[in-house]
């Protein structure tokens, strides 16, 4: 896990600053990078964790990613989280009615 031993102060800095790094250049970041945000993501639900930054972040990324980067990524952590379909299914719900709501 990437944030076990870290104190909660500093993830909600470093997630803040991703989130304004990604809201400021949202087309420099790939499959990669959008990846490993859907992990964290997984990561702290599955650890129980409560990190609102993590859910306001992927809320940033359902609606300025472009579809073309983030249905891939989807995709890719469907494919790679075998046996965490339902945290997947959690994400692609946020995802989607985040998109949905960016777009109207």
Same mark, same amino acid.
């Given at each position: 896990? =990437? /944030?076990?031993?870290? *104190? !909660?102060?500093?993830?909600? #800095? *470093?997630?803040?600053?991703?989130?304004?790094? /990604? +809201?400021?250049? $949202?087309?420099?970041?790939? &499959?990669? @990078?959008?990846? &490993? =945000?859907?992990?964290?993501?997984? #990561? %702290?639900? @599955? +650890?129980?964790?409560?990190?609102? &930054? =993590? *859910?306001? /972040? =992927?809320?940033?990324?359902?609606? !300025?990613? $472009?579809?073309s980067v983030l249905l891939p990524t989807l995709f890719?952590?469907w494919a790679s989280n075998t046996g965490n379909y339902e945290g997947v299914c959690v994400i692609l #719900?946020?995802?989607? %009615? %985040?998109?949905?709501?960016?777009? @109207?």
């Amino acid at each position: 896990m =990437v /944030f076990t031993g870290l *104190a !909660k102060s500093v993830l909600d #800095d *470093a997630l803040k600053t991703l989130q304004a790094l /990604f +809201s400021t250049i $949202p087309t420099f970041w790939g &499959n990669i @990078e959008l990846g &490993n =945000v859907i992990q964290l993501h997984l #990561d %702290c639900r @599955e +650890s129980g964790s409560s990190l609102d &930054n =993590v *859910a306001a /972040f =992927v809320k940033t990324v359902a609606k !300025k990613a $472009p579809a073309s980067v983030l249905l891939p990524t989807l995709f890719d952590a469907w494919a790679s989280n075998t046996g965490n379909y339902e945290g997947v299914c959690v994400i692609l #719900d946020t995802l989607v %009615c %985040c998109r949905i709501d960016a777009d @109207e």
